[in-house]
């Protein structure tokens, strides 16, 4: 996979309007986009969770350096998640 987009994030490039999955570039189940979709939804509520736990806006930095980490690791963990839902136990 050349692009830094995640694969919840390439679902909504323009195209055909027909989510694939990034690495093979087969069409999705329903099943699967819908559970992608879930994920996503989830991790934006936790992020503006934490947001508002840092005292920042959504788009601005955190504000101090643990709650940077906590951003990151969701966005890893977030990954990972999307990465199972993919190709569950490869």
């Known amino acids: ?5 995640r694969p ?7 195209g055909l309007g ?18 992608l979709q879930k994920l996503k ?10 947001h508002e736990l ?3 806006t959504e788009g ?3 504000g101090n350096r643990r709650m940077a980490l906590a951003f990151t690791d969701l ?3 977030t990954q990972w998640a999307a ?4 190709h569950g136990d490869d």
């Open 1 to 5: 996979m050349s692009s830094g987009l």
């Open 8 to 14: 919840n994030d390439q679902m909504h490039l323009p």
């Open 18 to 35: 027909v989510p694939v999955d990034p690495w093979t570039g087969f069409v999705l189940p329903p099943v699967i986009t819908a559970r």
């Open 41 to 50: 939804e989830a991790e934006r509520n936790f992020r503006l969770t934490l």
């Open 54 to 56: 840092d005292g920042t």
């Open 60 to 62: 601005s930095r955190p």
């Open 75 to 77: 966005e890893q963990a």
């Open 83 to 86: 990465a199972a839902v993919l």
